[in-house]
T-cell receptor
Framework: QSALTQPASVSGSPGQSITISCTGT?????????VSWYQQHPGKAPKLMIY???KRPSGVSNRFSGSKSGNTASLTISGLQAEDEGDYYC??????????FGGGTKLTVL | EVQLLESGGGLVQPGGSLRLSCAAS????????MSWVRQTPGKGLEWVST????????YYADSVKGRFTISRDNSKNTLFLQINSLGAEDTAVYYC?????????????WGQGTLITVSS
């Protein structure tokens, strides 16, 4: 159950777009369309932002979008805002009937 | 409104045991699989365990298999995590999370977490 691979940090200026990648294997990301993304602010619980690769829960801004190609999933945030700053984690279901998270990416809004 | 309230964390000596609880409200508890996820201070998230809505099916991360036991009491809308043989590597904030329904669905609501510190 190795963690999914995410960049440690990304940054962008307000109004710009950024993309966070999440690389797994053919046993997790590549096997299922069960990739989700979470946002976490310091001292707070994670918040679901994207599920089933591309779907947004009710109330999540349409500035957040997800995609997948092969064993790599991506989260794109367009029109970057200061409130988007925080940590982002990808998550995937696996062929072992377990779940695995990425190591997390710290987003800094410059 | 979905609410998840964890309790039972604290300071425990290496080799000790703890039982975490998570009181759920705002949804039909028995219809949803539930999970525990932990986060080491200053580090990332680690999935720990998931249990089906009926409690008949349980799943564990390799790192906790044999030491942790997930269970639920649907009559009391409460989720549990029994943790035995605690080690320093188990020091973390433990989150209770509701899934979208089945064990194959992601966690859509999370509690605020309860901290376990393993130290002598």
């Amino acid at each position: 159950q190795s963690a999914l691979t995410q960049p440690a940090s990304v940054s962008g200026s307000p109004g710009q777009s950024i993309t966070i990648s999440c690389t797994g294997t053919s046993s997790d990301i590549g096997a299922y369309n069960s990739v989700s993304w979470y946002q976490q602010h310091p001292g707070k619980a994670p918040k679901l932002m994207i599920y089933d690769v591309t779907k947004r829960p009710s109330g999540v801004s349409n500035r957040f979008s997800g995609s997948k190609s092969g064993n790599t999933a991506s989260l794109t945030i367009s029109g970057l805002q200061a409130e988007d700053e925080g940590d982002y984690y990808c998550n995937s279901y696996t062929s072992s009937s377990t779940w695995v998270f990425g190591g997390g990416t710290k987003l800094t809004v410059l | 409104e979905v609410q998840l309230l964890e309790s039972g964390g604290g300071l425990v000596q290496p080799g000790g045991s703890l039982r975490l609880s998570c009181a759920a409200s705002g949804f039909t508890f028995s219809n949803y699989a539930m999970s525990w996820v932990r986060q080491t201070p200053g580090k990332g998230l680690e999935w720990v365990s998931t249990i089906s809505g009926s409690g008949a099916s349980t799943y564990y991360a390799d790192s906790v298999k044999g030491r942790f036991t997930i269970s639920r009491d649907n009559s009391k809308n409460t989720l549990f995590l029994q943790i035995n043989s605690l080690g320093a590597e188990d020091t973390a904030v433990y989150y209770c999370a509701k899934t979208g329904g089945y064990t194959t669905q992601p966690n859509d609501y999370w509690g605020q977490g309860t901290l376990i510190t393993v130290s002598s």
